[in-house]
T-cell receptor
Framework: DAKTTQPPSMDCAEGRAANLPCNHS???????VYWYRQIHSQGPQYIIH???NNETNEMASLIITEDRKSSTLILPHATLRDTAVYYC???????????????FGQGTILTVHP | GAGVSQSPRYKVTKRGQDVALRCDPI?????LYWYRQALGQGPEFLTY????????KSGLPNDRFSAERPEGSISTLTIQRTEQRDSAMYRC???????????????FGQGTRLTVV
């Protein structure tokens, strides 16, 4: 599986943008980048995913570099409720060892403070 | 149902007993996944199904663990002869489709907290 590397923790002030980086230098052409988050003891929650173009939805924006070796999840106006563990995952859509399943790493603990 | 439902929410069992954990996915979802999560760790993949077919069971730790989804809907994860190291949160997820270019997100249930004493 393509591996991802994320910083173990980050802080962000409430109301400011949170930019969470992820390195996935071994990503292959048929793998998407997915982001999930897990708040306290709840189940992981889908945020966004992308292949090579930047993506935006109501929760966040995903910026993928042109070479696809890294990406950044942006929470434009972080709130206290965004405090969570954020997981960056690469997932294949056709063939390959990461086909189908989501493989979670350690993620980044994001703490939003007042 | 509105979301992925797992039962029981909590299970305490004695070492050596068998346990069966149930997952009821979102209606119509093709793919179903089982994960295990230890405290302070990310979810660890166990196995997944498309319809009733078990596509990947590479994450099952040993032959005491098995899963089935006989009618392509409800799934059961069974752990035989439980050991203390099996204690963890077991999470189920489902997605409308797990394959192909139109991958959609996986929705997770609240999990079953298993404690082996």
């Amino acid at each position: 599986d393509a591996k991802t590397t994320q910083p173990p923790s980050m802080d962000c002030a409430e109301g400011r943008a949170a930019n969470l980086p992820c390195n996935h230098s071994t990503i292959s052409g048929n793998e998407y980048v997915y982001w999930y988050r897990q708040i306290h003891s709840q189940g992981p929650q889908y945020i966004i995913h992308g292949l090579k173009n930047n993506e935006t939805n109501e929760m966040a924006s995903l910026i993928i570099t042109e070479d696809r070796k890294s990406s950044t999840l942006i929470l434009p106006h972080a709130t206290l409720r965004d405090t969570a563990v954020y997981y960056c995952i690469v997932r294949g859509f056709a063939g390959g060892t990461s086909y189908g399943k989501l493989t979670f790493g350690q993620g980044t603990i994001l703490t939003v403070h007042p | 149902g509105a979301g992925v439902s797992q039962s029981p929410r909590y299970k305490v069992t004695k070492r050596g007993q068998d346990v069966a954990l149930r997952c009821d996915p979102i209606s119509g979802h093709v793919s179903l996944y089982w994960y295990r999560q230890a405290l302070g760790q990310g979810p660890e993949f166990l196995t997944y199904f498309n319809y009733e077919a078990q596509q990947d069971k590479s994450g099952l730790p040993n032959d005491r663990f098995s899963a089935e989804r006989p009618e392509g809907s409800i799934s059961t994860l069974t752990i035989q002869r439980t050991e203390q190291r099996d204690s963890a949160m077991y999470r189920c997820a489902s997605s409308l489709s797990g394959v192909g270019e139109g991958n959609t997100e996986a929705f997770f249930g609240q999990g079953t907290r298993l404690t082996v004493v």
